[in-house]
């Protein structure tokens, strides 16, 4: 069970951070230079498969790490499978407080008919993604340092 453990919190953590790094050097550079209606447009397009998918990877990972930390033999690799644990719920975190009510905010707006007091929100969740991503790296940076390790 334990090697099954390692290769799932892998899997995760790598997937979660291969996505959030792709969003982060190709995504949000073009989100960046859009018109607004056509950020809106497309930042609701892109949206639409994320949601179920990504919580289900970054928490199953974060719950495979969990019981490493449990199960691990030895304070340095069960320090590092919880260290990651906790690096990936960050990512959740600041994905649910920070990310998503931004992302629900534009899903409310109609392209083409913005709200007169619109507020360019590509900044504030450019920020929040590089912070999660940054979280994201470091967490399968501390699960392959604990997979080594082992």
């Known amino acids: 069970m ?8 892998l899997i ?4 979660t951070t291969g996505v959030l790094f792709g969003v982060a050097v190709s995504v949000v550079p073009a989100l960046l230079v859009m018109a607004p209606d056509n950020f809106v447009y497309t930042h ?8 179920p998918v990504m919580p289900a990877i970054v928490l199953g990972s974060t719950a495979a790490d969990v019981v490493l930390a449990v199960l691990a033999d030895g304070t340095g690799q069960s320090t590092l499978y919880g260290a990651a644990a906790v690096l ?4 959740s975190v600041v994905s649910h407080l920070c990310n998503v009510p931004i992302n629900r905010q534009i899903k409310a ?3 083409g008919a913005l709200p007169d ?9 450019r920020n929040w993604h590089l912070l999660r991503t940054a979280l994201a790296i470091l967490a399968l940076t501390v699960n392959s340092l604990a997979v080594t390790l082992g």
């Open 88 to 91: 990936l719920f960050g990512v």
């Open 2 to 9: 334990f090697r099954v453990l390692t290769i799932v919190a």
């Open 44 to 51: 609701q397009l892109l949206g639409r498969n994320w949601d």
């Open 117 to 125: 007091d619109w507020q360019d929100p590509r900044p504030r969740w």
């Open 12 to 15: 995760g953590s790598g997937t």
């Open 109 to 111: 707006w109609r392209s």
